[in-house]
DNA sequence: CAGGGCAATGTAATGCTATAACATTTGCAG
DNA sequence: CTGCAAATGTTATAGCATTACATTGCCCTG
């Protein structure tokens, strides 16, 4: 089903769903799409998405409550990821900046603040879309 | 009520909430806060709360559901904000750094992506409350 | 001053997102 | 085998947001 011996199944089925979808899915998408596969409670779902974020293989998008599988499962050491999210589209792109997280530190340094997650979201079309 | 004159009475009342709270308050914190001035639906809030994100005067934080008023209504010209959120009392820290929005903004360039929206919040602990 | 147009309002109903609480099962290390 | 930790199953409930429709107030124009 995956290439992640290790998830149990309800986590590969919500890994599975979410790496053939095109767009990001909700919590309640997954579910329906799941049914047919036994799963019956949000619950199911949401705790099977708590795993694969908590392991990075999957992410969370704020501004949409929806969640997409992560584009690059084996290099995920690093630290900030900003999204590109295509509003007519619904295509996400994934992309890191370290002079954006190195700014984003300092600022934190100055100001005393400790972070413990940082969420970029971009909203907008994407090149396809935008022409 | 407020120093924003061309506010309707629902605006200002939402916004006087907003500037008085010392955290982010989500609409239905808000509605109850409202109760006692008449306010009886959800939709009343929300309304309000649009009217007030369109012209700047408060902020949504995406990662809260809940919402802000503007650290400086008077100089809201700027591209992006970004939010530190305290996760132990609530307050929450505006600001902005060209160099970051420079940053994304060619990223954009390079992959043909039209920004709408930037969303950038970072959750973490205030000064005060790391210590 | 009448009437048209527009933004805001009021109200009810509904839908979507997320978690609490509790009982049970599974897998694995000792 | 036993006992613990993690995952599961199920029901109910809490929290966030919007749809649909009727009404009101106000400004502008004729």
């Known amino acids: 089903m995956s290439a992640h011996p290790d998830l149990t199944r309800n986590q590969a089925l919500v890994l599975d769903r ?42 969370r998008l704020e501004s949409l409550n929806a969640f997409i599988a992560c584009a690059r499962p084996h290099c995920h050491p690093s630290g900030l990821i900003a999204f590109a999210i295509c509003e007519r589209c619904g295509q996400v792109s994934e992309f890191s900046d370290d002079v954006v997280s190195d700014r984003l530190a300092d600022w934190a340094g100055r100001e005393g603040f400790v972070p413990t997650r940082t969420i970029m979201e971009i909203r907008g079309e994407c090149r396809a879309c935008a022409a």
């Not at 979410?18 to 990001?24: G, Q, R, T, V, Y």
């Not at 047919?36 to 694969?52: F, N, T, V």
């Open 18 to 59: 979410l790496e053939k979808a095109e767009a990001p899915l909700s919590a309640y998408a997954l579910l329906d799409q799941l049914r047919e596969e036994g799963l019956r409670a949000p619950l199911q779902i949401y705790r099977a998405l708590d795993k694969l974020l908590d392991i990075g293989l999957a992410h």
